[in-house]
């Protein structure tokens, strides 16, 4: 298994530019996120998708859309990047048991993402 | 709003000693608190789970406690070793399937 993948691992935008961020596991898990991770902020949630066709905004979602385009593949888009989206970006994936999930997330390496 | 805080940036800690990070938490009640390592350059990686009425959970050399009347998490790594030097990151968790990560604790241990 490869868990979480995430690409690309580098990129650099101008502002106004736009991008998506890829991101797959393939651990049949129901849930998965987009986090963005900036010096002394630590981990916040952007968007969070419970199973597939369902997305939900997390503390951060402005300036980012999400697809959950199947169950294993979870797409960020930055329409007009902007200098403060620079940052880290996880995404993370989970298993769901029950009501709501006990279990821990799955981290993907990350995109170190500067915008310019 | 919902509060997470780490108690430090940074702790040294002895190697061999027992290194204590804290978590602390205000306006929310958490089903479950969780623990994560991450080492630079990588994503987070689980450590452990403990629910809210549970009071304490082991693996191998961590311990974590949960005092959800004090809204507190103690997590504590025995016999420490440099292996052991990343940041620590709490997370809590409810039913509504999001989880808020803290800031985390970067852990140095001296030889």
């Not at chain 1, 902020?41 to 997390?58: F, H, N, Q, V």
């Not at chain 2, 025995?78 to 509504?96: I, K, N």
Request: proline share 4%; aromatic share 10%.
């Amino acid at each position: 298994n490869a868990g979480v993948t995430q690409t690309p691992k580098f990129q650099v935008l101008k502002t106004g530019q736009s991008m998506t961020l890829q991101c797959a596991q393939d651990m049949n898990h129901n849930s998965m996120y987009w986090y963005r991770q900036d010096p002394g902020m630590g981990l916040r949630l952007i968007y969070y998708s419970a199973s597939e066709g369902t997305t939900d905004k997390g503390e951060v979602p402005n300036g980012y859309n999400v697809s959950r385009l199947n169950k294993r593949e979870f797409s960020l888009r930055l329409e007009s990047a902007a200098p403060s989206q620079t940052s880290v970006y996880f995404c993370a994936s989970r298993r769901l048991e029950g009501d709501f999930s006990y279990n821990e997330q799955f981290f993907g390496p990350g995109t170190r993402l500067t915008v310019l | 709003s919902q509060k997470i805080e780490q108690n430090s940036e940074a702790l040294n800690i002895q190697e061999g000693k027992t290194a204590t990070l804290t978590c602390n938490y205000t306006n929310y009640s958490p089903a479950y608190l969780q623990w994560y390592r991450q080492d630079p350059g990588r994503g987070p990686v689980f450590l452990l789970l403990i629910r809210e009425n549970e009071k304490e959970k082991r693996k191998e050399r961590l311990k974590v406690t949960f005092d959800t009347t004090l809204k507190q998490s103690l997590f504590h790594i025995t016999a420490s070793q440099p292996a052991d030097s990343a940041t620590y990151l709490c997370a809590l968790g409810g039913r509504d399937d999001k989880i808020i990560f803290g800031k985390g604790t970067r852990l140095h241990i001296l030889p």
